[in-house]
C-alpha cells in the first residue's frame, strides 16, 4: 500500500504556509491530505498558524509593511484582529524568503480557522485527511494555549463539522493528544516526536536544528527521570527506554516522527505494537523512494507534487 501524501502546512514550499490558498491547491494537486497548526485566538478561535507569535517573514500589518520583532503572540489578538494581516507573500528580503525560491505569493490571504479548512477538505475530489497539530508549548506554558484546553476546542469543531473520521491529530506536547482521547476515544493520535539523536549520549544530528547546550541538556535530563513535561506521564525510560511501547501504552494509534528514525528496525517495532507510521518534513526524491519502500502509512512534505510523483507508477 502506497503511503498518503500529506501536503506539510498546505505544501509550504509551493504556496505560503497554512492558508486557504495552499490548501486548495493541495486538494487540487491530488494529494492525500495536509498537515496543519492550530492554535486559539484571544476569543477562543481554533485558528491555524506555525508560530506562537505572528512570523515577521510572512505577515505584513494593515499598513503593508513586514512585520518586526517583538511580535504580538497569537493567544493575544482576537480572530477579527488576527484578520488584518496579509500572510500571502513572503518578505523578500528574509531568508525564509530566499529558502522557498518556488513559493507562490497569493496577496490578500489572512489566517484561517480550522472549520475553514475543514470545508476545502470536504469538497475535494477524493477523500481529503487532514494531521491537525495541536501546537502547545511544554517548553514554556505561557506562550500558547494549555494543551487541555486547545484539546476541547478542536474536538469541538471536529464534531460540529462531522470531520473526526477523516482527522489525524498529531503533536510534540501529548498532553494535548491525551486529552483528546479522553474526548473523543475513536480520534486518531499519531504521536509526534523530537529527533531521537538528541535523547542519546552521542552528539546529535546537526542537521536536526538541536537547542542549545543548556536546553539539550534538560531534555535529556527529564527524559533520563522520566519527568518529561510533553510525555504527560509517558516517558520512554518506563517502557524499558523504548519510545514506542509508550505511545502504546499511551493510546497511540501511530508514531509520527522525523523522517531520519525511521530505520527499518523501528518499523518492524512499530508494527509489532500496531502502529501506523508516518514522517516528516521529506522534500528530496530519494528519500521519498526510501520511505515508500520501507512502507510507512504517510509523508509529510513541502513538496507534495515531487511525492505524488514518486507514488505514480
Known amino acids: 500500500m502506497k503511503p498518503r501524501n500529506i501536503a506539510h502546512r498546505g505544501g509550504a514550499g509551493l504556496w505560503p504556509e497554512n492558508t486557504l490558498a495552499a490548501f486548495r491547491h493541495a486538494a487540487a494537486l491530488g494529494a492525500d491530505g495536509a498537515e496543519l497548526d492550530v492554535q486559539l485566538s484571544k476569543d477562543g478561535e481554533v485558528i491555524v498558524f506555525h508560530d506562537y507569535r505572528l512570523k515577521p517573514e510572512i505577515c505584513r500589518g494593515p499598513d503593508g509593511r513586514w512585520l518586526e520583532k517583538p511580535t504580538p503572540r497569537i493567544k493575544d489578538l482576537t480572530f477579527a484582529e488576527l484578520q488584518t494581516f496579509d500572510i500571502g507573500r513572503a518578505d523578500p528580503e528574509s531568508a525564509y ?65 462531522d470531520f473526526i473520521a477523516n482527522t489525524v491529530l498529531v503533536g510534540f506536547d501529548w498532553p494535548g493528544l491525551l486529552h483528546a482521547k479522553k474526548l473523543a476515544p475513536e480520534i486518531a493520535c499519531w504521536f509526534t516526536t523530537l529527533d531521537q539523536s538528541w535523547f542519546s549520549d552521542g552528539p546529535p544530528r546537526p542537521q536536526s536544528g538541536p537547542p542549545s547546550p543548556p536546553a539539550l541538556e534538560a531534555l535529556r535530563y527529564w527524559a533520563r527521570e522520566g519527568i518529561s513535561p510533553w510525555a504527560g506521564g509517558f516517558d520512554a525510560v518506563k517502557y524499558g527506554g523504548s519510545i514506542l511501547k509508550a505511545i502504546a501504552a499511551a493510546g497511540g494509534a501511530g508514531w509520527f516522527p522525523t523522517w531520519e528514525d525511521l530505520t527499518a528496525p523501528m518499523v518492524a517495532d512499530a508494527r509489532a505494537l500496531g502502529l501506523k507510521l508516518g514522517a516528516w518534513t521529506v522534500d528530496d526524491a530519494e528519500t521519498m523512494r526510501d520511505l515508500i519502500a520501507l512502507g510507512i502509512d504517510a509523508i509529510c512534505t513541502d513538496r507534495p507534487d515531487i511525492l505524488k510523483s514518486n507514488l505514480e507508477p
Do not use: M
Not at 518556488?102 to 477538505?121: H, K, N, Q, T, Y
Not at 517548553?139 to 476541547?152: H, K, M, Y
Open 97 to 161: 524568503a530566499r529558502d522557498r525560491a518556488d513559493v507562490a505569493a497569493v496577496d490578500g490571504e489572512r489566517i484561517p480557522r480550522l472549520a475553514d479548512v475543514i470545508a476545502i477538505a470536504k469538497g475535494a475530489a477524493k477523500p481529503f485527511h487532514l494531521f491537525v497539530e495541536l501546537k502547545t508549548s511544554f517548553a514554556d506554558r505561557g506562550v500558547s494555549a494549555q494543551p487541555d484546553v486547545l484539546a476541547e476546542k478542536v474536538i469541538a469543531v471536529l464534531r460540529q463539522e
